[in-house]
Structures are given as C-alpha cells and as structure tokens.
C-alpha cells in the first residue's frame, strides 16, 4: 500500500498499553468506529492479551504487534511464524542483521508486515553512550534503515525527528511508524524524541502511535478523533 491509499483514519494506532484483558476491551469499547488500528506490548501481552489480536482482527481491525523481538534468527523466526498465525498486521524486531533477516524468513508469504524497531523514543545520544555505541542516535538510525532495506523488512520503527532522513533513504518503499507522538499540551512522560501528530504527518510518517495520552483522557474518543483530523489536516496541506 502506497501512502497515498492510507486512509486517514487508519494512520492512528491507538496504544492499548493496560494492565489488563478487561481494561483494554472497555478501552476498545469507548472508542468505538473511530479507531481502526490498535497497537499490542509488552504489558498487555504479557496481562493474556495475545488472544485479543485475532478478536480484533475477526472485528475487521487492524493490530500492531509491538514484541520487539530479539533472539537467534531460527527463534526469531518461529516465533514470527507464530505471531503470522494470530491475525496481526504488523509486528516489530530490533534493528539487529540477524534478527531482520529471521523476522523476514518467518513471515513467508504471510500477510503480516515486519517493522524494525531503529533507536527506541526514549533514547538520545548520551543512552547510547552509555549504552557502549560509538554513534549517535541519526547515525544508527540511518545505518540500520539501510541494513533493514536491503534485508527485505517492510517498514521501520523511529521517532518523527528521523523520519525526513528516513524517506530520503527508503523512499516510500517502506512504511515509516512513529511513537513518541504527544498532542499539544500533553505530558511527555519518558519520551526524549517527541513531536505533535500533524508536525509527525507532515515530516513523512505513515502511521502514529499514540498511548497515554488518548487511554488517559478524560474523552479517549474524542482525542482520537481530534487526532485523526489533526492528521487529515497535515495530509490536506
């Protein structure tokens, strides 16, 4: 899918990051129509929520199965294979050579699309550092956008300030998802690479994700729908 045939209203992947099964099913039920695409972690993942992938995607929804693998490549692999099976959309695996390269073997024919997780939202280059990289947060990125195109992986994870160099590296062959996305006025929280959904839209990103700040909102409906024309409004200019 070029993003040209991206509906606005699938750009939005609302973050189900809750305790639990119940909490994310009332979630999804107060949002109602007006999301389409939902996001699955560590936290709800590991509350039973695995199950709710195929729930969602018998409902006609789409799920971002954010696992983050990170193994061998044959345990990458099966493990892809497995989440092939449940119904998700997407699901991502660190930026590691080996990692992609079993991710992508895992996926076969399946429909399910393979995003590579670059440098995580709450990293800047002093985290990096410290974590025993020589690069800065930009040049990893770009080096592991790089590897992940010539890998065959279908899209990549990063925050919205590395999405323009992004697409001019991958082009629109890949699909660009962005977390650290905050609307105005909202908490930042541990997010160090931030932008606001429009500015994210307009820089070049296919698909936002958004958590906190619509499961924490007073109206998480009407946030969504304010973010979801937020984004057709970026698309129009």
Known sequence: MTPAEIAPKDRLIVALDLPSVD???AMIARLGDSVTFYKIGYQLAYAGGLPLIGKLADKGKKVFADLKMHDIGNTVTRGVESVARL???FVTVHAYPQTMKGA??????????ILAVTVLTSYNDDDLHAAGYRLSVSELVE???QQAQVLGVDGLVSSPEEVGALRKIVGHQMSLVT???RPAGSATGDQKRIMTPGRAIAAGADYLVVGRPVVEAADPKALAEAIQAEIAQA???
């Open 23 to 25: 909490a994310a099913e």
């Open 104 to 113: 992508v073997e895992g996926r076969g024919s399946a429909s399910l699309k």
């Open 87 to 89: 119904g998700a959309t």
């Open 235 to 237: 698309l129009g200019a």
């Open 143 to 145: 080096a592991r956008a």
């Open 179 to 181: 977390p650290g996305i």
